[in-house]
C-alpha cells in the first residue's frame, strides 16, 4: 500500500510511519513544510504520490493550549481536513482518507453514559473539542455526498514513547526525574481528579491502518481500551518508578480551563469491524515513558 501521512513528525505520525513500513507499506511524510489548509500544495502531494490510503493527522491537537487561540484551532483542523478531503477527491480519488477526530467530542458524560458507545451524544467542551466535533461532519458530507471513501476515528488518550512533555504523562515523568536530581521532594501536577481511557500509541496506530483496510466509507469507530483509570493512579505509577518519596502538589496553573471528569470507551464497533484489541499494557508503556525520561536526564 502506498500512504500519505499528514502531520507526519508529530508523535502518533512518527509511530505510524513505523508502523506502516513495518507492514510492507510506501510512505511519503508530510509536516511542517506543507500547509493542511494549502489546497494547491495537498493537491500536489497526492499527484505525485499517488496514494492509496491518506491518514490525515495533522491538526493543532493540544486540548488546553486551544484555550489560547480557537479561531486558529478551528482553522488549522477544520479547513485542513476539508482541503485534504478535497484535494484527494481532485488528485487521489482513490485513496482511503483516515480522518482522526477525538473522545474529547463527548464532553462531559454522566457516569450511567459508560461506556462511551460511537452513538453517544458529543457535547465538545473545549476548542480543541469543537473543532475535531467539526471535522467529522466533513468527513461524513464527503462520503454520503461525495461517495469518497473516508473514514473517521476517536481515538481517546494515548500515550507512549515519543509523546511531547506538554501531555500529562511524560510531564510528570520528567518533572520526577528532574525532582529527583535536584533533591526537591515536591513535583507540581495538574488536576488529579479526572479519568481517561489509556491506549498504548503503537496499539492505535495498528488501529489506524487496519480502519483503512476494514473500516466502512462514512462510518466513525473508537479506539480505545474500554477500561478508565484515574490520572492520580498513573502519577502515583510513575512516581514509584521513578522517585517515590515524591510528593505531588496541585498547581492550578497547569490545570484546563474546563476539563472533563471521565471518559471510557466502548471498542466494540471497531474490534467487530477489524478484529483490532489492544496488547500493550499500561503498567509496559509507563516503563516505556519512564526509561525514556531516564535517558533524557
Wanted: glycine share 6%; net charge negative.
Amino acid at each position: 500500500m502506498r500512504a500519505v501521512i499528514t502531520g507526519a513528525a508529530g508523535f502518533v505520525g512518527r509511530h505510524l510511519a513505523t508502523h506502516l513500513a513495518e507492514a510492507g507499506d510506501v510512505v511519503a511524510a508530510v509536516d511542517r513544510d506543507f500547509d493542511v489548509t494549502d489546497h494547491v500544495a495537498m493537491s500536489g502531494v497526492f499527484s505525485s504520490f499517488n496514494p492509496d490510503a491518506i491518514y490525515h493527522l495533522a491538526a493543532l491537537s493540544h486540548v488546553g493550549s486551544s484555550w489560547d487561540d480557537p479561531s486558529e484551532v478551528l482553522r488549522v483542523n477544520v479547513l485542513g481536513t476539508s482541503c485534504v478531503l478535497s484535494a484527494a477527491r481532485k488528485s487521489a480519488p482513490s485513496a482511503s482518507v483516515l480522518v482522526v477526530s477525538s473522545a474529547e467530542v463527548y464532553g462531559n458524560v454522566r457516569s450511567e453514559e459508560l461506556p462511551l458507545s460511537e452513538s453517544a451524544e458529543i457535547r465538545p467542551s473545549s476548542p480543541y473539542a469543537a473543532s475535531k466535533a467539526a471535522v467529522e461532519p466533513v468527513a461524513r458530507q464527503a462520503s454520503l455526498g461525495f461517495g469518497q471513501r473516508a473514514i473517521i476515528v476517536r481515538p481517546f488518550n494515548h500515550i507512549g514513547p515519543g509523546q511531547s512533555p506538554t501531555f500529562f504523562v511524560p510531564a510528570v515523568a520528567r518533572r520526577l526525574v528532574e525532582a529527583r536530581a535536584a533533591g526537591l521532594r515536591e513535583v507540581a501536577v495538574g488536576s488529579l481528579a479526572v479519568r481517561r481511557d489509556f491506549t498504548d500509541v503503537r496499539d492505535v496506530v495498528r488501529a489506524y491502518r487496519l480502519v483503512v483496510e476494514r473500516g466502512t466509507s462514512g462510518e466513525v469507530y473508537n479506539v480505545c481500551s474500554g477500561i478508565d483509570v484515574s490520572i492520580a493512579e498513573v502519577a502515583d505509577r510513575l512516581r514509584e518508578h521513578i522517585y517515590p518519596h515524591a510528593v505531588f502538589v496541585e498547581d492550578p496553573g497547569l490545570s484546563r480551563p474546563q476539563d472533563v471528569p471521565i471518559l471510557r470507551g466502548d471498542p466494540r464497533r471497531l474490534h467487530e469491524a477489524t478484529g483490532w484489541s489492544p496488547t500493550i499494557t499500561l503498567d509496559a508503556t509507563l516503563r516505556d515513558v519512564v526509561e525514556e525520561a531516564l535517558a533524557h536526564a
